[in-house]
């Protein structure tokens, strides 16, 4: 249940003409079926925006880790239709063990501060700060949702690369694939026939938790912006990870 979040941070991609949006995904492993749901909320006003993704395991999967919840804000400003993080939080909880951890962006020394808390048994075990070595105005929850804006053509195949704070087991690298034609029916496969005006994207998440060189996260996005369904491929142990918008 610890990884299925990496689905869910690439899951909600948004238009940002709309004030309010909300988008609930449910995440199935193999026979298993439902392991977790996330509800993602964006609130954006004049010149700022909040946006709020919840997870938390449900059936098996939440008995197997500790009743495990995590809890993403992001809260910044708008520029040129884009928005921009000023802070990142992070906050994780499985039986006796909690986490939170903050990165603050300050954009005019374009330096990024993290702090860390843990605890234990409701008791304080961790504390640190420290400046990050890189600097973005994307956390990884602007980033996805400022995808609609930042990928003009959605159908010509190209590879980008993307920084975004909180990815940094990657150093802050995201790469995002726009797939070629001769990769087309996989995706059809995978994530369902892009009807609609939807489009294919694939994320690359560089961690250990893949059984090939790079974990690839594969998308069909809405014509809305927003993701329709996601398929995680090639988890160790675990084969494919689907998630779906309800």
């Known amino acids: 249940m610890k990884k299925v979040l990496m689905i869910l941070i690439f899951l909600v991609t948004t238009h940002l003409s709309a004030e ?10 193999g026979i ?12 954006k006003y004049e010149n700022s925006y909040v946006i709020d993704v919840a997870l938390k395991s449900t059936g098996v999967a939440k008995m197997l ?3 495990r919840k995590e809890h ?48 234990k048994d409701g008791k304080l075990v961790k504390e640190s700060k420290e400046t990050i070595d890189y600097y973005s105005k994307d956390d990884l929850l602007t980033l996805y949702f400022n995808l609609d804006k930042k990928i ?5 195949p190209k590879g980008y690369v993307f920084k975004a704070v909180g990815a940094e087991k990657q150093k802050g690298k995201v790469d995002v694939v726009i797939p070629k034609k001769s990769e087309l029916d996989d995706y059809k496969e995978y994530v369902g026939k ?48 689907r998630a779906e918008k309800l």
């Open 20 to 29: 309010v949006i909300k988008a609930d995904y449910k995440v199935e492993f």
């Open 32 to 43: 298993i079926g439902e392991i977790g749901i996330a509800n993602a909320i964006l609130t």
């Open 65 to 67: 880790s500790g009743n």
């Open 72 to 119: 993403h804000i992001s809260k910044g400003h708008i520029e040129d239709g884009l928005m921009v993080s000023d802070l990142y939080q992070v906050i994780k909880s499985h039986g006796s063990k909690s986490e939170n951890k903050i990165y603050r962006i300050n954009h005019k020394t374009k330096k990024v501060t993290k702090e860390y808390q843990r605890w």
């Open 152 to 156: 003009i053509d959605k159908k010509e």
């Open 194 to 241: 892009n009807r609609d005006g939807s489009w294919y994207a694939r994320a690359i998440i560089n961690q250990d938790i893949f059984s090939s060189d790079k974990g690839e996260l594969m998308l069909r996005i809405g014509n809305d912006g927003i993701t329709q369904k996601a398929v995680l491929k090639d988890l160790i142990f675990f084969g494919d990870i």
